[in-house]
C-alpha cells in the first residue's frame, strides 16, 4: 500500500491514473449509484443495510456485499486504548465539552458510550462504525491539534509560505475550544512518542492521502488530516506495528469517506479481479 500511494502522489502516473480511474468510473455508474444510494441513506440512519439482501438487481447485491466487508455492520475495533484522552481534552480547553455536545443535539445528542468516551477515564480500545464515525472524527481533531508534536511545528502547517499554521481549516474551522484555537495548537503534551515513534509517525503520515484535498497526513490543514495525525500518534504511542497503522488507517479513512472508498473497491474489483481484503 505504501509503495503504492508513493507511486501515485510523487510520479506523473498519479495524473494518469486519476484520469484514467474517473473515466472507468463513468463505465460502471449504474454501481457508482448504487454506492450513493447506500452512503446516503446510511448516513441519515436509513435503513440500508450493508448485509447482502434478497433483490432482483445484481448491482445492489453487489454493493451490498462490498459495503458489508468495507464498513462491516458491527463497526471495526481499532488497536488502542483511549483511556481518558477525552477528559484530557475537556479539561485542557482543547474541547469546551457544552460547545462539542450542542452539536449533537439535533441529532438526538451523544449516546452513553460517546459521553463517555469524551469524559471517561477508563475507556478501552476505540471502535469505528458507520453511526459514530463523525464523533470520532471530531474527537481525533481535537487530539491531532492539541497534542505537542514536531510536524505541526516543523512541517507544512508552519511554513510561511501558507501565511501561518492558524489560517487554515483544520485550525482556524476548530471554533468548539476554550479560548483562542491557536492557545492549544501543539501545546499539550498528551501522548509522549520516543524518537522512534515519531519517526514512524513522520514516515507514515507522509505516505498517507486524503480524497477531500489530496494532501499528505504530514501536512493536516483539514479536519480529516488534522484527525487522521491524531490517529497516528496514538497508534504509534502504542506500539502498533507501521503495517498495521497502514492498515488502520485505510479503515478509518473508508469510514470517513465511504462513498470513495466504496467506489475504489468497485473499482479493483471488476476492472482489477481483486478483494478489497487484498487492496
Known sequence: MKTFIKKIKITETGVLFAIAFFGLALFF??????????????????KASSQPTQSSNPDKENIDLLAAEVLPNGGVELPVIWGGLGKQLVDTG???????QEIYVKR??????????????????????????????????????????????????????YGGAGRFASTGGWTISTGKVMDH??????????????????????????PCCGNSTHFPDCNHGMA?????????????????MYKYALTVNSFWFP????????YFKQIEKIEWNKV
Do not use: C, P
Request: negative net charge.
Open 185 to 210: 495548537y501543539s501545546k499539550h503534551k498528551f501522548i509522549s512518542l520516543t524518537d522512534k515513534q515519531q519517526a514512524v509517525v513522520d514516515e507514515v503520515s507522509k505516505n498517507i492521502f486524503r
Open 94 to 100: 482543547v474541547i469546551d465539552s457544552k460547545k462539542f
Open 259 to 266: 462513498d470513495t472508498y466504496l467506489t475504489i473497491a468497485t
Open 29 to 46: 455508474s449504474s454501481n457508482i449509484s448504487a454506492i450513493k444510494n447506500f452512503v446516503v441513506q446510511k448516513s441519515f440512519g436509513g
Open 108 to 161: 438526538g445528542g451523544l449516546t452513553e458510550a460517546e459521553k463517555n468516551i469524551l469524559s471517561g477515564e477508563n475507556n478501552g480500545n476505540l471502535k469505528i462504525t458507520i453511526d459514530n464515525s463523525g464523533f470520532l472524527l471530531n474527537l481525533l481533531w481535537a487530539l491531532g491539534l492539541g497534542n505537542k508534536n514536531e510536524i505541526l511545528e516543523k512541517g507544512e502547517m508552519a511554513d510561511q509560505r
Open 228 to 244: 487522521m495525525l491524531g490517529l497516528l500518534e496514538l497508534i504509534a504511542s502504542q506500539n502498533i506495528s507501521e503495517q498495521d
